[in-house]
């Protein structure tokens, strides 16, 4: 396992943290981002976007790419608070913790614990949103992970459960499903299946698209060229999660796909296929 500085992508202070199968590349100077996640001498599963690439400072929220952490529910001017500032970061181990300062109109300190296992691709990632006001505040953790172009994300659905009264079936509803005013479920990009719901990235759409639902399974997956990113999750029942009660929400636009969860508490894994 090694953590060392490095530049990327214009900014002159990052992390990188590298086991020999993947590596992930976590800007200093801006953030917190991941900003890379991908195997060794592989491609990067995260967006950049090159025009933002290597700016700092000023009061203009950018979306950089890669993952990142928000406070829900979506409220502007309170969720785009600018981070483009430098980030504090501490290493224990195979373990990077990243600390920002708290934002100064909100008073919401935003910190992300970053554990890559030695001998696998998978990462374990924790996101902490402190309020170091006078008061109460109520929001929720908003994990955001924005994927290269050209995949798809494939969502499973519940288990099928006959209709009925005997053994083995049910009356009961399941599979929650939130839209937005502009979403449209007639766009090809979407696939309606029997056991996953499949959302695809394709740049010949300009519309954009967001779908969100309770994710009992606990689990959603990209494919990209060869490549599957899963992202892991946890769920509590009982728990009223923002946006209709919506523990997880996929949102393409032209150049990306963005696959956002709740839980404070995510795991990210990437095999070949």
């Known amino acids: 396992m090694q953590i060392e500085q490095c530049s990327y992508g214009g900014w002159d202070n990052c992390l990188e943290m590298n086991n020999g199968q993947v590596k992930l ?39 950089y790419g890669g ?12 969720t785009y608070s600018p981070d483009n500032e430098a980030v504090n970061y501490e290493c224990a181990g195979n ?3 990243l600390i920002c300062t708290a934002e100064a109109d909100n008073k919401l ?13 998978e990462v374990k990632l924790s996101h902490k949103i402190l309020n170091v006001d006078h008061w109460d505040k109520e929001f929720s953790t908003w994990c955001l992970t924005v994927m290269a172009p050209e995949g798809r994300a494939i969502i499973p659905q519940e288990p099928y459960v006959a209709h009925g009264s005997e053994e083995g079936e049910s009356f009961d509803p399941a599979r929650p499903l939130v839209l937005w005013q502009y979403t449209n479920m007639a ?19 300009e519309s954009k698209q967001k779908i969100g639902l309770l ?59």
């Open 25 to 63: 590349i976590i800007t200093l100077d801006v953030g917190p981002r991941i900003i890379f996640y991908g195997f060794v001498d592989g491609q990067n599963m995260f967006k950049n976007f090159d025009e933002q690439m290597g700016l700092v400072g000023g009061d203009e929220w950018r979306i």
């Open 67 to 78: 993952h990142r952490l928000w406070h829900a529910p979506e409220v502007a001017p309170r």
């Open 95 to 97: 373990k990077v913790i």
């Open 109 to 121: 300190k935003k910190v992300i614990d970053i554990e890559l296992d030695e001998n696998s691709s």
């Open 187 to 205: 766009d090809p990009r979407f696939i309606w299946g029997e056991k996953y719901i499949q959302m695809k990235e394709d740049s010949n759409f």
């Open 215 to 273: 994710n009992k399974q606990g689990w959603a997956a990209y494919a990209l060229k060869g490549d599957l990113f899963l992202k892991k999750h946890d769920y509590e029942a009982g728990v009223e999660y923002p946006d209709c009660n919506c523990n997880s929400e996929y949102f393409t636009m032209p150049g990306m796909l963005e696959m956002e969860t709740f839980p404070h508490y995510n795991v990210l894994r990437l095999v070949n296929i």
